[in-house]
């Protein structure tokens, strides 16, 4: 793994990105089931929080309580989830996620398998999936305003 | 949900409380099949990180940080992981759990379900795991005097 180049150091997520500033990126996470998914990453390639200076750490969590601001501004989830793990991709970078009661997984972590649903839900869920893409446009340029003041 | 008793605000945890202050408290997970996984629980009833004001939310956080920071030259993970959810319990915590290649997920999230492993690897793993437990009592001791520079 070391010696493959890091996706996160050569992104092709640029089409996704949401803003960015010499420190760090905010991206939404596309086609995640999750429509809001948004993702925190520092540019460097760094493993760890604590592998970070205090104010460089400041500046990361500022900018993922930012996003979880405006996500539940914009949004309305029942819970924000954040995670930060990098077991596949050793580089910093925070997962924002909105749940739902009638999302694929909840109450159990995005990660685990999804749980059993009913027709009536699985209707439910993608019904109201899609009223929440439409939202994302409005919850991305509040973003932009929220991060400009970083 | 909101009916039922919150575990975290009437907590059955006692016993494996670390340390606490009067706004959180740090928790060994027993049994939980990664040595070394801790939880970070902030005493008051709240269900987001931005529901704290600032100073709250840089306290919590720099517990967290402490506890990355001990775990790290205490039991040297090859990762730590980080998550608040509170899908199931929505009163703020954080896991904060040491990650070897070896564990029973790696490199998935410890909610995934666990990967195949051959019988070699599962001894392995039983070995490192025997020993990790063997470095806890040392891994307390020294968060409680990190803690205690909160």
């Known amino acids: 793994m070391q ?3 890091c996706p996160l150091c050569q ?3 640029g089409l996704n990105e949401i803003w960015r500033n010499a420190q760090l990126r905010v991206i939404d996470v596309p086609d995640a ?7 925190v990453i520092w540019n460097q390639h760094v493993t760890e929080m604590t ?3 205090a104010p460089q750490r400041q500046h990361l969590m500022d900018a993922v309580w930012l996003v979880e601001t405006v996500m539940r501004n914009e949004l309305a ?8 793990f990098g077991n596949q991709v050793p580089h910093l970078h925070w997962h924002v996620i909105p749940r739902w009661p009638l999302d694929t997984h909840f109450p159990d ?8 649903r009913s027709p009536e839900q699985q209707l439910a869920w993608q019904g ?13 340029a509040a ?8």
Chains 1, 2 share one sequence.
């Open 3 to 5: 010696n493959a180049p």
């Open 11 to 13: 992104p092709a997520d």
């Open 33 to 39: 089931g999750f429509p809001g998914y948004t993702r």
């Open 51 to 53: 592998d970070l200076d």
């Open 77 to 84: 989830p029942l819970k924000v989830n954040l995670a930060q």
């Open 109 to 116: 972590a995005v990660w685990a398998p999804p749980r059993e």
């Open 128 to 140: 109201f999936h899609e009223q929440q893409e439409g939202l994302l446009s409005a919850y991305h």
């Open 143 to 150: 973003l932009r305003t929220a991060l400009d003041t970083l």
